[in-house]
């Protein structure tokens, strides 16, 4: 038994999901909160949980190098390490080796590279990869990729493509099956259709539990992006859950859902909330901005998070301004639920059948 999956609703090539993991049931869409270092920065495990988020990503690169993922597994895995009781995705660790490590050498075997904490050196492998995200206690574990950056010649688009394939067989093999949990493949090759739909098949053909698209919103710009999920998400298994890394801006995961995909993460809403830019009902927010000094309004009237039902726009903006830490915490806390809330209105939409008018909808409110 590896992670449920069923689909309980269509609206064109929307739909409404469910996932079942060992750590409870994920309605998808869905989003998930980054807790990259086992921690959603400025949040509680129980102020992310009250936002509606029940599942965080982790991250494979930084917990490795700290505290150690030995030293997490000794604690009986990073949820119980974190004290969060709901479901946790790993990434593999490939795209922080690409942005952050230093001196890296990709070769067959894995890459090899130098920690940006202390210059120590560290192989990442994809049969180590799917290990540390074992010891971790990760629901669901992602397959070792190679992003390439955009723009790359199509010469290193197709090569870091086919050895990304050649990755994910191996971590297929190197993965422990236990139930309510999953291994993902992730679907590389840039802006190449045909690529993306080569990749795609060879995945199917190892046979994941769920398929991840990676490689993009790396600076390809917004069109591109869904004339790729156009041609790619439709040749993802019906069956099966699909995963839009690293997305996005609110207007990219209403786009995405109406092409097909049920899971996103991305670093805005809790990056945003640490530098007073906060998402509302109405576009986008910034509480630096003088004109919020004498505004008794509250931050998004329609939303139930404390920062808006507690607290003035004056308030935050005083907060922000002064660099207090209780404006990150409850600016990042109204950007998760204001990400939650919106997926949320997706799924009733696409229950309802009117996903394309709450997409009109969304256009014009921004
Ligand atoms: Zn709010």
């Avoid at 999953?182 to 769920?210: K, M, N």
């Avoid at 990219?252 to 909330?273: K, N, Q, W, Y």
């Amino acid at each position: 038994m590896t992670i449920g999956f069923e689909v309980l609703a269509r609206d064109g090539a929307a739909r409404r999901a469910r996932l079942m993991t060992a750590h409870g049931a994920l309605d998808a869409p869905v989003f998930m909160p980054l807790a990259t270092t086992g921690t959603v920065k400025a949040m509680t495990p129980e102020s992310v949980a009250a936002t509606g988020a029940r599942i965080v990503l982790g991250n494979t690169y930084h917990l490795m190098l700290r505290p150690g993922a030995e030293r997490i597994a000794a604690f009986g895995g990073l949820h119980r390490f974190m004290n969060w009781p709901y479901g946790i995705l790993t990434d593999s660790g490939g795209f922080q080796v690409m942005s952050l490590a230093a001196r890296r050498t990709v070769g067959e075997a894995g890459v090899s590279f130098r920690s940006h904490l202390d210059g120590s050196l560290h192989e990442l492998t994809p049969e180590r990869s799917i290990a540390i995200q074992h010891l971790l206690g990760a629901d669901i574990t992602m397959a070792l990729d190679v992003c390439t950056l955009h723009p790359s010649s199509p010469e290193a688009v197709e090569s870091s493509t086919e050895l990304t394939m050649r990755w994910a067989e191996r971590s297929r093999r190197a993965f422990v099956e236990r139930p309510g949990h999953g291994v993902f493949g992730i679907v590389q090759g840039g802006v190449d259709c045909d690529l993306r739909l080569r990749a795609t098949a060879g995945l199917i053909e190892i046979g994941f539990d769920g398929y991840a698209v990676g490689g993009l919103a790396v600076g390809e710009g917004q069109s591109t992006m869904f004339a790729v999920l156009d041609a790619t998400a439709c040749a993802l298994p019906e069956d099966r859950p699909r995963y839009l890394m690293g997305v996005g801006k609110p207007a990219d995961l209403v786009g995405a859902v109406l092409r097909g995909i049920d899971m996103f993460d991305c670093v805005l809403p809790t990056r945003s909330g640490r530098t007073a830019q906060a998402f509302t009902r109405r576009g986008t927010v910034n509480l630096r901005n003088a004109r919020h000094a004498d505004d008794p309004a509250a931050l998004d009237q329609e939303c139930p998070c404390p920062a808006c039902t507690g607290y003035s726009r004056a308030y935050l903006h005083h907060l922000c301004r002064s660099g207090e830490i209780l404006g990150s915490m409850l600016l990042t806390a109204h950007n998760l639920r204001y990400y939650a809330d919106l997926m949320a209105a997706m799924r009733a939409a696409i229950e309802a059948g009117s996903l394309a008018d709450f997409a009109a909808a969304f256009e014009s409110s921004q």
